[in-house]
């Protein structure tokens, strides 16, 4: 099936760089986790530290929404969960000082936005410098902010993909880190196309992080 080939093909174009990542530092990486829903990123880092891929220990889950599935999967690892609600904070910056209060409280050294949908204030990146990274379901710099999956199909792109790059203020704009593409299908929706999309952001954020290995 050329759909298939391409595919394949197209899911293996990332950075040639990260063929040698090697986890570099004896001691794992301490990790705080934010994510805002499903939290499908956080379980495979999870899953990643536990079959020893990366060289890492997930102090916390922030989660910012009661219902967000990602809690319930903290504790399935026996992470422990912390929800800091945005609405019961007058502003970001006050929002973004609970967080780093919490991410300190915690030991935390790098911050994986896995999944968090607020957007960040210079609080949070003044006490985590070029530590804090997102991960986001498009090639960079096309497609920045929310509903970029739906923003690709609307742009009639024949390839997408995600991005796993360093949080600065603008949103969606830190250096890059890692990339994967995943091609447009004809037929496809924005259900179907973010679907193919996680199966390759599955496989980067883990890279992404031993990669932050390299930066302690
Ligand atoms: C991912 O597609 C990520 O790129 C975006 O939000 C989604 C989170 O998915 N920022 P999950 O909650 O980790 O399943």
Not at 11 to 27: E, F, G, M, T
Not at 82 to 97: A, G, M, P, T
Not at 114 to 121: F, I, K, P, S, Y
């Amino acid at each position: 099936m050329i759909h298939d080939s391409l595919i394949n093909t197209t899911a293996s174009l990332i950075s040639p760089d990260i063929y040698n990542c090697q986890v570099s530092s004896d001691k794992p990486l301490k990790l705080g986790i934010m994510a805002s829903g499903n939290g499908s990123n956080f379980e495979v880092i999870a899953q990643a530290i536990a079959e020893g891929k990366i060289n890492a220990q997930i102090q916390v889950l922030i989660y910012n929404n009661p219902e967000a599935k990602a809690a319930a999967r903290a504790e399935k690892w026996g992470v422990e969960a912390v929800l800091l609600n945005h609405r019961d904070c007058k502003n970001r910056e006050k929002f973004d000082s609970k967080i780093v209060q919490t991410l300190q409280q915690y030991d935390v050294e790098f911050v994986i936005m896995a999944g968090w949908m607020r957007l960040v204030t210079q609080v949070l990146i003044d006490a985590f410098p070029n530590r804090i990274i997102n991960i986001h379901p498009s090639l960079l710099p096309s497609f920045k902010g929310v509903q970029a999956v739906e923003q690709a199909i609307a742009a009639k792109v024949k390839i997408t993909g995600c991005s796993v790059h360093l949080v600065s203020l603008e949103v969606d704009s830190g250096e890059i880190l890692i990339q994967s593409a995943v091609p447009v299908l004809a037929n496809d929706t924005s259900e179907t196309l973010h679907a193919r999309i996680q199966v390759q952001e599955h496989r980067i954020l883990p890279m992404a992080i031993s990669l932050l290995s390299q930066r302690k």
